[in-house]
């Protein structure tokens, strides 16, 4: 009986100070947004709808990210949500505290547009929780990364996209950047976002990925993962753009210029998604 | 060890109802911003104050009761006598967010006491 208390006491106190890491993790993955003014107007002006698919998505990678990476080493599915839903709740909490202690956030701002400004920063900062609570918390033994498959590390590249990709996503810079390049460098941005994701995916090493798959070339290895990365990076690139509304009133080719500049960041984050989320 | 923490439990609850209230805001929202609906603003304005410089400073507040929000929101203040215009002012607000409201001041050289119209003439969808 006492033993039992005791041993509860002691999951409790261990499950506090992982709760403090993700507190720590969430506020340094959200400073950056939190920071940002567009993110500040996006908050109330977005589409409902498209924060709604935004947040059901953001959940799905956060409860992605605690299955594969998580600190607590998530036994199945369930624990993995549950594991999303606190890494989401301390999101909102943080990045909450943030805005109003920043003056953001006042009693003259309306509480639905003030639900809306604190949950589009949730999804980041929540990543921050679950990152930071592997990050802090070094443990021994393999993270259940290391042994995932393919379809896994696909995920994780997305993951990694979407959080360097939605850093800068919201910033005017990215459709200004777009308006003065000029075609060739745009192509050439594209090859080098392309080349350092195939640099990065070999000498930092993916998912125990150090050397290539067994059995397979150099063509297949890059069109595995440095192609496949940098489509998903693009993919992310265009949603993160639909989801601020910035694509609305673009033309196609306006549209595609920023997907390609997006992706130049999306590219990295998905090619260091292993260090980052 | 398969229990669970109580903590973790309390967390998990925690988190659940946060989630799931924020997905219900956002979600409610859905409707009620069906249509592209137009921001819907009023303005408030407080009795003129003398500013000790001569002048008389109105301040106001717009509020935005539609689930739009308004962006450059330009404020005008027209200090009339019968058909006579005598002064006009203008504040440019930065945005008034659905549902919130946002305030500003005007100036006018003479006391507008009774002779001023406020009225919002514009603003830029964000």
């Known amino acids: 009986m006492t033993e039992q208390s005791a041993a509860d006491r002691g999951g409790n106190?261990?499950?506090?100070?992982?709760?403090?890491?993700?507190?720590?993790?969430?506020?340094?993955?959200?400073?950056?947004?939190?920071?940002?003014?567009?993110?500040?107007?996006?908050?109330?002006?977005?589409?409902?709808?498209?924060?709604?698919?935004?947040?059901?998505?953001?959940?799905?990678?956060?409860?992605?990210?605690?299955?594969?990476?998580?600190?607590?080493?998530?036994?199945?599915?369930?624990?993995?949500?549950?594991?999303?839903?606190?890494?989401?709740?301390?999101?909102?909490?943080?990045?909450?505290?943030?805005?109003?202690?920043?003056?953001?956030?006042?009693?003259?701002?309306?509480?639905?547009?003030?639900?809306g400004m604190v949950a589009l920063q949730a999804v980041p900062a929540g990543m921050g929780a679950v990152a930071a609570r592997r990050q802090f918390g070094a443990r021994d033994g393999e993270a259940r990364e290391d042994r995932a498959g393919y379809p896994a590390q696909l995920f994780l590249m997305?993951?990694?996209?979407?959080?360097?990709?939605?850093?800068?996503?919201?910033?005017?810079?990215?459709?200004?950047?777009?308006?003065?390049?000029?075609?060739?460098?745009?192509?050439?941005?594209?090859?080098?976002?392309?080349?350092?994701?195939?640099?990065?995916?070999?000498?930092?090493?993916?998912?125990?990925?150090?050397?290539?798959?067994?059995?397979?070339?150099?063509?297949?290895?890059?069109?595995?993962y440095s192609l496949a990365g940098y489509g998903l990076a693009l993919a992310v690139s265009f949603y993160a753009l639909w989801t601020f509304g910035r694509a609305d009133l673009a033309s196609l080719p306006m549209m595609a210029m920023a997907t390609v500049v997006l992706g130049f960041p999306a590219a990295l984050g998905a090619a260091i998604a292993r260090l980052v989320v | 060890m398969s229990r669970k923490p109580l903590l973790e439990w309390l967390m998990a609850g925690f988190g659940a109802t946060l989630t799931l209230g924020t997905l219900a805001v956002v979600a409610s929202d859905i409707s009620v911003s069906q249509g592209d609906p137009p921001p819907r603003l009023a303005i408030a304005a407080e009795a003129p104050q003398p500013d000790g410089q001569g002048s008389f400073l109105v301040r106001f507040t717009v509020t935005n009761a539609a689930p739009a929000t308004a962006a450059q929101v330009t404020v005008e203040g027209v200090l009339s006598e019968g058909e006579r215009v005598l002064e006009t002012s203008r504040a440019v607000l930065d945005y008034v967010p659905r549902g919130s409201s946002a305030r500003g001041g005007l100036w006018f050289r003479q006391d507008p006491a009774g002779r001023l119209t406020l009225r919002a003439t514009g603003y830029a969808e964000p």
């Open chain 1, 158 to 224: 997305v993951a990694g996209a979407l959080f360097l990709a939605f850093n800068v996503a919201p910033t005017e810079e990215v459709l200004l950047i777009a308006l003065r390049m000029q075609p060739w460098p745009l192509v050439g941005l594209m090859g080098l976002s392309l080349l350092l994701l195939h640099l990065l995916v070999y000498t930092i090493g993916f998912a125990g990925q150090e050397q290539r798959p067994e059995g397979a070339g150099a063509w297949r290895t890059f069109c595995a």
């Open chain 1, 13 to 115: 106190r261990a499950y506090a100070v992982s709760l403090a890491r993700g507190m720590a993790g969430a506020l340094i993955f959200a400073f950056p947004l939190v920071m940002t003014m567009e993110m500040w107007s996006i908050g109330f002006s977005v589409t409902p709808g498209r924060l709604l698919l935004f947040l059901v998505l953001g959940l799905g990678v956060l409860a992605g990210l605690a299955y594969y990476s998580g600190f607590e080493p998530a036994a199945d599915w369930l624990d993995a949500l549950l594991d999303a839903l606190g890494a989401f709740a301390i999101g909102l909490v943080g990045s909450g505290l943030l805005l109003w202690l920043f003056g953001i956030v006042t009693p003259e701002l309306g509480w639905r547009a003030a639900v």
